[in-house]
């Protein structure tokens, strides 16, 4: 009896085996506007400002694949960041309107500073209602990825990397023993964030950089490109004209992306009406990376040079690298989500009363560090205690993409590199919500900006449980295919 279930069990497995992959995949792109009106505020600094001006419109950029059994979308937007309630809509509209399970749609933001706030009128405020521009986004991703849907075809998948280690540099330096100034609770850290660049005080990173471009590659039959996704390493690049909406360095990649690989075909693809190209950039994992060469500072440019040049750069080779990649018409797709428990992180009591004597003292100025964190100090102190937060993993064939719902550390992105058990895996940070940064245990001991409490909001050791989780979802996965 036992035997002849097995048997069953072992010939509905192989039949299932069978049926996966087996259709041609399916893929399609669209982008979707998420621009706001001029005057509401950008976030990213200390001190939210009025925009006055779009220098380049803010897009959700959305990829769709489909095996012929499960379809995935891939949504990237031009965006500080995302409050979970804007991921969470965004994937009801899209399961009623396209069908598309809500674990199987990762939403990410890019991090440009220069857009205004999805993350809610009062960003530190865990709990919220939509506002009228996070329900405006909610709408244009699930269009986003409604219209990719429509402009799907039978496609090809390629998977490839390139290192551009030039762009970025670990932002957290060790620094000669008393140059380290004082932080907003009025101690000393062992290092810091953004030291003056060129400084003969600095003494070596705190970390490493993750120099590799993951590219995933997508064409038409015909070998027409329909999309490539992209994710790096790098914060953001910065340097806009003064209170200007841009998606940074990101939309500039893209648009330059598009020339490259289509500046050939166009009269063709006009012929035919195809769809646009759309190139997707997302973060990777970048909480302590940025663009400031401290050792060898650089002179300074006009607004948009560095983004533009940093742009280009990455925009070419990863065209150069597209050459030499294997494409496949049959890949298996599958997704993985979970939402774990974490403690938010709680001020002690010392922390508590320097928050509340800091407050009672009064504010100084706009750019008051200790008032601003003593706040954010309160705030936290009501948080309830628990939270749940939104991970994800996407197979797509040979490659995992893992996400989490913070800045992530680059090392954590490494980490979830070298253990993954499926060959091509790769991190975007910023998914599904904004639960602050995310320093291993390692970094809270040397303190800095994003170890501090009201930057960093979760359990100390948030990144050890949650690269396990990741992990553990990947093993599932790499299972299932
Ligand atoms: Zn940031």
Redesign the pocket.
């Known amino acids: 009896m036992m035997k002849a279930l097995f048997a069953i069990a072992c010939s509905l497995t192989l039949l299932a085996c069978a049926a996966q992959g087996a259709e041609p995949l399916k893929a399609g792109a669209a982008t979707a506007n998420i621009t706001p009106s001029l005057g509401n505020e950008i976030i990213g600094g200390f001190v939210p400002f009025p925009s006055q001006h779009i220098h380049d419109e803010l897009q959700a950029r959305c990829l769709v694949l489909d095996d012929g059994q499960t379809k995935i979308a891939l949504v990237v937007c031009d965006l500080l960041g995302i409050h979970r309630i804007v991921s969470e809509e965004a994937r009801k509209l899209i399961e009623a309107q396209s069908g598309i399970a809500p674990g199987n749609v990762m939403i990410s933001a890019t ?1 440009t500073h220069s857009a205004s706030s999805a993350l809610g009128k009062r960003r530190w405020e865990y709990e919220q209602k939509a506002d009228e521009y996070q329900l405006f986004v909610a709408r244009r991703i699930a269009d986003g990825v409604a219209c990719a849907i429509n402009n799907s075809r039978p496609a090809e998948i390629a998977f490839g990397s390139v290192d551009v280690p030039e762009h970025v540099f670990n932002r957290r330096w060790h620094m000669r023993l008393g140059t380290v100034p004082p932080n907003p609770f009025g101690e000393t850290d062992i290092v810091k964030m953004n030291p003056p660049a060129g400084s003969p005080n600095l003494t070596e990173p705190a970390g490493p950089i993750d120099p590799t471009v993951s590219i995933l590659s997508v064409r038409d039959k015909e070998g027409r490109p329909i999309s490539v996704f992209t994710a790096y390493s790098l ?1 953001y690049v910065g340097g806009v004209g003064r209170a200007h909406i841009s998606a940074d360095y990101y939309g500039m990649y893209c648009e330059r992306l598009e020339e490259l690989l289509t500046a050939k075909t166009k009269a063709e693809r006009e012929a035919l009406d195809l769809p646009a190209f759309v190139a997707i950039m997302a973060n990777g994992t970048s ?1 302590d990376i940025n663009n400031i060469d401290f050792r060898n500072p650089r002179k300074g440019k006009q607004p948009y040079e560095q983004m533009r040049y940093v742009a280009h750069d990455v925009a070419e080779k990863v065209h150069g690298a597209l050459g030499s990649l294997e494409y496949k018409e049959q890949v298996t797709l599958a997704a993985s989500y979970r939402e774990p428990t974490l403690n938010w992180r709680k001020p002690t009591e010392k922390r508590l009363q320097w928050a509340k004597d800091t407050l009672a003292a009064g504010r100084k100025n706009e750019r008051d560090m200790a008032y601003i964190y003593a706040e954010r100090v309160m705030h936290q102190a009501n948080y309830p205690e628990t939270t749940t937060v939104p991970l994800q993993v996407l197979r797509i064939g040979e490659v995992a993409i893992g996400t989490m719902p913070c ?1 992530v550390f680059a090392e954590i992105g490494l980490e979830y590199r070298r253990r993954s058990p499926i060959k091509s895996a790769f991190m975007v940070e910023l998914a599904h919500g904004y639960f602050g ?1 995310l320093p291993t245990p390692r970094h809270h001991k040397l303190g800095g900006y994003e170890t501090w409490l009201g930057t960093n909001r979760v359990q100390e050791d948030a990144s050890v449980v949650l690269t396990d989780h990741l992990l553990e979802m990947l093993k599932e996965l790499a299972k299932s295919g």
């Open positions: 991090h914060h909480g800045e940064y």
